[in-house]
C-alpha cells in the first residue's frame, strides 16, 4: 500500500496579523503548526499503513519553515518527505496549488494507491484542495470521511454530507479528505524526532522538479485575486444601555427595534403554529 | 559556536509543548491545589520516551543530545513544574547514573523498567544531618553474605512516594570517612523499604515528596553501583547532570511567569488604559525577558559543553545558580504586575511563585552552586582560557 499525505503547515494563532494591502496573512509572524485536519488525515494514513503495510509519503508546499510539520510526520511514523519550496509557487490560490500538487505526486510517488488530505484548513477554510486535486489527478474521491475500512483495492467510506452520514465505495487508486471527527492524531515519540533528523530526509524539490509549467503554478497561475480581507470582529463593537430598566428596555426598543422585531415576529410565528 | 535552535530543536519544543499543554495544562492548578501525583500523565509519557530522553534506542530511549533534553523539561516546567521535576529527577539522578556507572548486567537487569517509565527513580542522598554535605551520610550498609543489610532514613526524597527503583547514598564502611560512600539500587518491594508521610509543600506540590526508611532491608550486593566507596563521585557526577535539569526547570517556570505577566499587563486596565502601556511594567517585563534569555543561552551553552565532551561541571553550576534566581525573581516580577489577583490561587502565576524558590535550595544550594563554581573558578590559571 501506497500512500501520500498532503500536509499544509498554519499560522498558531487564531487571530492573524495580515497584510492590508495585498490581502495576504503575514505568515512570518506567526508560529506554524500542522493543520489540524491534516493531522487527521495523516494519522488514517498511518494507522491503514501499520495495517497494511506500505510506504508512506508526505508531501508539503511552503516555504523552508514548512519542514518542521514533514519533520513532525516523519518523526510520527511517515517513511519519506517532500517540501515543494520555490518562491514561484507564491500566492497559489486553491486551483494552482492543486495542480501543483497534482504534478508533485506524479513526481515523486507515481505509483500511490491512496492520497489523503484534511477536510480544510484553519487559515483559508476554502476545502477545495482536495476536490480540485481529484479533478486534477482524475482520481475517485470522497471528501469530509470520518470513517474508512480497506478489503482489497476496495474502499468503503462513511463521510458527512449537508448533515447526513453517507457509505460510499470507491476502487483504488483514489483520493480522501478527512474530518477532524475520528483519528485522533497520536502524540510524537521523543525517539521518533531524532531518528527524523538523524534520516536528515525532507527532500526539497522546486518547480521545474517536478514539471509543472511555471504559467499554472503560484500566483501567475491562480484564475482567483484576493480583493479584501477583513476580519468581521473589527465590526463589532459592544454598547451599553444605562439607567433604569425601563428607560433602557424603551431605549433598545427604538434603537434596535427593527432589528428585534424580527426576531421576536419569528418567536411568536413559530409560538403560533405550534398552537395552531 | 551555533547559537540559534536548530531545526530538530525547534521541532522538539514544539511537539512536547503540545503535549504538555493538552495533557498537563488542564489539571496543573488541581494538581497542586490536590497535592494529587498525576498517574495519568505518566501512563502518556511512557510510550512516548520521557523516561529515557537520553537513554541509548536500543535499551528503549530516545536518543536525544543534552540540549533537547533541557528543552523537555524546560517544556513540561513551563506548564507543571512538579511534573517536570518527577521527570527531570528521574532521567538524570537516577537513570543517568545507572547508564554511566552500572555494569552491563546492572543496565540490562535495572535500565528498562527506568526507561520504559514502569519504574520511577528517585535519588536518595540528604539526611537529617547530611545533605549539602555529602560526607555526612549516616544510612548504614553492613554485608552479610551476598547482601548489604541497610539501615537509615532519608529525607526529602524527590519521586519519594511513587519511587520504583530509589539510588541510596551509604556508608559501608564507617571506619573511614568520606571514602566510604557507596551508592546501592533499592528496589520498593525490598521488604524494610518504607514511605514515610508525604511532606507538605510550599510548591512543587503534585510531586510526592516524602522520607524513606530502611529497616534492616536487605539489597543483593549486585545492586551496588560502582565500586564500594565510589559513591562521592557518584553523587557529584549525577549532580552535575541533575542541576541542568533544574537549571530547565527554573527556566520553564520563569518562562511561565513572563507569559502570564505580559498577558496579564496587556488586559488588565487601570487609569483607562492597558498597564502594559506605563513605564515601570514596560521596565519589569523587560528585565524579565532580558533575564530568560540570559538564562537559557547559560544553560544551552553548559548542555552543548556536555554533548561535545568536555567538562561542563561549572557551567552547570552557573546555569542552576542563575536560573533558579531567575525564577525567582521573575515569579515575583509577575505576581507584583498581577496586583492583588497575582497573590490569589485563581491565577497561575501564585503557584509559579512557590513553585520557583525551591529551584535555589534542591540539587545544591546557591550556596553549594557558588562553592563548586569558586573550586572551578580557583583550580584554573587566572588569566581566562580562550573558549
Known amino acids: 500500500m501506497n500512500i501520500v499525505v498532503c500536509l499544509k503547515q498554519v499560522p498558531m494563532v487564531s487571530?492573524?496579523?495580515?497584510?492590508?494591502?495585498?490581502?495576504?496573512l503575514k505568515r512570518g509572524q506567526a508560529e506554524g503548526m500542522m493543520n489540524p485536519a491534516c493531522k487527521h488525515a495523516l494519522e488514517a494514513g498511518l494507522r491503514l499503513k501499520q495495517a497494511q503495510g506500505g510506504r508512506l509519503t508526505v508531501l508539503s508546499m511552503g516555504p523552508p519553515e514548512a519542514q518542521e510539520v514533514l519533520y513532525e510526520a516523519l518523526a510520527l511514523g511517515a517513511d519519506q518527505a517532500v517540501l515543494l519550496c520555490d518562491p514561484r509557487l507564491a500566492g497559489a490560490d486553491t486551483l494552482a496549488t492543486s495542480y501543483t500538487l497534482a504534478r508533485a505526486i506524479q513526481a515523486v510517488t507515481p505509483d500511490f494507491d491512496l492520497a489523503l488530505l484534511g477536510c480544510h484548513t484553519t487559515d483559508s477554510e476554502t476545502g477545495q484542495v482536495g476536490p480540485q486535486l481529484a479533478e486534477e489527478l482524475d482520481l475517485p474521491a470522497a471528501f469530509n470521511v470520518e470513517h474508512l475500512q480497506l478489503a482489497g483495492r476496495t474502499l468503503t467510506v462513511r463521510r458527512v454530507s449537508d448533515g447526513f452520514l453517507e457509505t460510499l465505495e470507491l476502487d483504488l487508486p483514489a483520493l480522501l479528505t478527512i474530518t477532524t471527527q475520528e483519528f485522533t492524531p497520536r502524540e510524537t515519540p521523543l525517539g521518533g524526532l531524532e531518528r527524523a533528523f538523524a534520516q536528515g530526509a525532507v527532500r526539497m524539490l522546486d518547480a521545474l522538479a517536478i514539471g509543472a509549467d511555471l504559467e499554472l503554478v503560484g500566483e501567475k497561475g491562480s484564475a482567483g485575486r484576493m480583493l479584501r480581507v477583513y476580519s468581521p470582529a473589527a465590526q463589532k463593537k459592544g454598547v451599553l444601555l444605562t439607567g433604569a430598566v425601563k428607560k433602557s428596555v424603551q431605549e433598545l426598543l427604538e434603537r434596535y427595534g427593527d432589528r428585534l422585531g424580527g426576531l421576536i415576529g419569528q418567536d411568536l410565528a413559530s409560538e403560533e403554529e405550534g398552537h395552531g | 559556536?551555533?547559537?540559534?535552535?536548530?531545526?530538530?530543536?525547534?521541532?522538539?519544543?514544539?511537539?512536547?509543548?503540545?503535549?504538555?499543554?493538552?495533557?498537563?495544562?488542564?489539571?496543573?492548578?488541581?494538581?497542586?491545589?490536590?497535592?494529587?501525583?498525576?498517574?495519568?500523565?505518566?501512563?502518556?509519557?511512557?510510550?512516548?520516551?520521557?523516561?529515557?530522553?537520553?537513554?541509548?534506542?536500543?535499551?528503549?530511549?530516545?536518543?536525544?543530545?543534552?540540549?533537547?533534553?533541557?528543552?523537555?523539561?524546560?517544556?513540561?516546567?513551563?506548564?507543571?513544574?512538579?511534573?517536570?521535576?518527577?521527570?527531570?529527577?528521574?532521567?538524570?539522578?537516577?537513570?543517568?547514573?545507572?547508564?554511566?556507572?552500572?555494569?552491563?548486567?546492572?543496565?540490562?537487569?535495572?535500565?528498562?523498567?527506568?526507561?520504559?517509565?514502569?519504574?520511577?527513580?528517585?535519588?536518595?542522598?540528604?539526611?537529617?544531618?547530611?545533605?549539602?554535605?555529602?560526607?555526612?551520610?549516616?544510612?548504614?550498609?553492613?554485608?552479610?553474605?551476598?547482601?548489604?543489610?541497610?539501615?537509615?532514613?532519608?529525607?526529602?526524597?524527590?519521586?519519594?512516594?511513587?519511587?520504583?527503583?530509589?539510588?541510596?547514598?551509604?556508608?559501608?564502611?564507617?571506619?573511614?570517612?568520606?571514602?566510604?560512600?557507596?551508592?546501592?539500587?533499592?528496589?520498593?518491594?525490598?521488604?524494610?523499604?518504607?514511605?514515610?508521610?508525604?511532606?507538605?509543600?510550599?510548591?512543587?506540590?503534585?510531586?510526592?515528596?516524602?522520607?524513606?526508611?530502611?529497616?534492616?532491608?536487605?539489597?543483593?550486593?549486585?545492586?551496588?553501583?560502582?565500586?564500594?566507596?565510589?559513591?562521592?563521585?557518584?553523587?557529584?557526577?549525577?549532580?552535575?547532570?541533575?542541576?541542568?535539569?533544574?537549571a530547565a526547570q527554573a527556566l520553564g517556570i520563569a518562562q511561565a511567569a513572563l507569559e502570564a505577566g505580559l498577558r496579564y499587563a496587556k488586559e488588565r486596565q487601570q487609569f483607562g488604559r492597558a498597564i502594559a502601556s506605563f513605564q515601570t511594567i514596560q521596565n519589569y517585563l523587560a528585565d524579565m525577558a532580558t533575564e530568560v534569555e540570559a538564562g537559557r543561552l547559560l544553560l544551552y551553552r553548559a548542555c552543548a559543553l556536555k554533548d561535545s565532551g568536555q567538562a561542563f561541571g561549572t557551567q552547570a553550576a552557573m546555569a542552576k545558580l542563575f536560573c533558579s534566581r531567575v525564577a525567582r525573581e521573575v515569579t515575583n516580577l509577575a505576581v507584583q504586575i498581577h496586583g492583588g489577583c497575582g497573590y490569589s490561587k485563581e491565577y497561575e502565576v501564585e503557584r509559579l511563585y512557590r513553585d520557583a524558590k525551591v529551584t535555589e535550595i534542591y540539587e545544591g544550594t546557591s550556596e553549594i552552586q557558588r562553592l563548586v563554581i569558586a573550586r572551578g573558578l580557583l583550580a584554573q590559571p587566572a588569566v581566562g582560557r580562550a573558549v
Not at chain 2, 104 to 120: K, W
Not at chain 2, 125 to 142: C, I, K, Q
Open chain 1, 15 to 24: 487571530e492573524l496579523p495580515w497584510d492590508s494591502k495585498t490581502g495576504r
Open chain 2, 1 to 246: 559556536m551555533e547559537l540559534n535552535p536548530c531545526l530538530k530543536h525547534k521541532v522538539l519544543r514544539k511537539s512536547v509543548r503540545e503535549f504538555a499543554e493538552g495533557v498537563l495544562g488542564p489539571i496543573a492548578a488541581e494538581i497542586d491545589h490536590q497535592a494529587r501525583f498525576p498517574w495519568e500523565v505518566v501512563e502518556a509519557m511512557r510510550p512516548l520516551q520521557y523516561f529515557g530522553i537520553q537513554a541509548p534506542p536500543e535499551l528503549g530511549g530516545a536518543g536525544l543530545d543534552t540540549i533537547s533534553y533541557a528543552i523537555v523539561i524546560e517544556e513540561l516546567s513551563r506548564v507543571s513544574a512538579g511534573v517536570g521535576l518527577c521527570v527531570s529527577v528521574h532521567n538524570s539522578v537516577a537513570l543517568y547514573p545507572l547508564l554511566r556507572f552500572g555494569s552491563p548486567e546492572q543496565i540490562q537487569r535495572l535500565a528498562p523498567d527506568l526507561i520504559a517509565g514502569r519504574r520511577i527513580g528517585a535519588f536518595c542522598l540528604t539526611e537529617a544531618n547530611a545533605g549539602s554535605d555529602a560526607s555526612g551520610v549516616e544510612t548504614m550498609a553492613v554485608r552479610q553474605g551476598g547482601d548489604y543489610v541497610v539501615s537509615g532514613t532519608k529525607i526529602f526524597v524527590t519521586n519519594g512516594g511513587v519511587c520504583g527503583l530509589a539510588l541510596m547514598f551509604v556508608v559501608t564502611d564507617p571506619g573511614a570517612k568520606q571514602a566510604a560512600a557507596s551508592v546501592l539500587m533499592v528496589e520498593k518491594e525490598r521488604p524494610g523499604f518504607l514511605v514515610g508521610e508525604i511532606e507538605e509543600l510550599a510548591g512543587m506540590r503534585c510531586n510526592p515528596v516524602s522520607s524513606i526508611f530502611l529497616e534492616d532491608c536487605r539489597v543483593p550486593a549486585a545492586n551496588l553501583l560502582g565500586r564500594p566507596g565510589f559513591g562521592l563521585k557518584i553523587g557529584l557526577t549525577a549532580l552535575d547532570t541533575g542541576r541542568l535539569g533544574i
